[in-house]
């Protein structure tokens, strides 16, 4: 019986602790851009798997680190750099591919190299400091700003307005480019339109959580939803309920028991989807 008491009396503190921890600003700010980009961001990852782009995150990763080190070598804001310089990335990948007419992928496996060429050649040439830009490879959630917290809601409202209301023409386009543009759709705009908002929400997830970990919200929520899911809408749907619950969950945990955010949100996705698959498999 005593045990039980002293059990539940420490759950009790540690609760009051988490909740006191959630009145400061950094930790608020933090809890409220996790939920948010929980809940939307898993679309882009959507957008990566229906239109084969999953090697597109790896050269807008490196992006980041460029956006990184130049912000560092030339004392601008890195958050609104590192955006930039995504999508210049995605515009010159863009019109390389379609005047080349390669694909996607192998191009942004060109711009991937040249990036964090251009990267290591700021930080030598500027004495960046090599620890200070590789930050953005784990995140830094706590030094959000106001500004930047409702930059981050602002996209997150384009990018679910996006989702709505152009989702038949995206369900075309998934489904098949050139019957999407026979239909009378404006296929290579709605196609742009999709990469650069994947490249915005590749920047911010790794301003959030880091780039070694952006995709326990980027991309497993469309993978576990993708297990149950018979159409478009309940995959996006689906994916959104998966990174909401993450985010938050894993943010919370992380505050419980005293481990970075980024890791306890990786840690809550991939414990989810493991039980998820041997449920399914089974």
Known sequence: MDRAIGLATQRAERGKVVLELLSLPPILKGLIVLAIAGLTF???GVYLFRLNLLPLRFMLMH?????GAVAL???????WTTIAINLLLVLFMAKTSRSMKADAGQISTFFMVISISLA???IYKF???AKDTLTLLWGNLF???WPEVIGIGFFALVLTGFQYFFRQQLRALFFDREIAFTSGIDESRLYYSVIFLTAIT??????LIGALLLDAI????PIIASFQAKSLKQMILGSALWGGAFATGGFLLSIAIDIPASSSIAALASLAFIIIYLTQKK
């Open 42 to 44: 898993p679309i882009t």
């Open 63 to 67: 992006g980041a680190i460029l956006g």
């Open 73 to 79: 070598a030339f004392q601008i804001n890195p958050f």
């Open 120 to 122: 290591f050649i700021f």
């Open 127 to 129: 004495n960046v400091p």
């Open 143 to 145: 030094t959000l700003s």
């Open 202 to 207: 590749v920047a911010l997830a790794m301003k």
């Open 218 to 221: 980027l991309l497993l929520p």
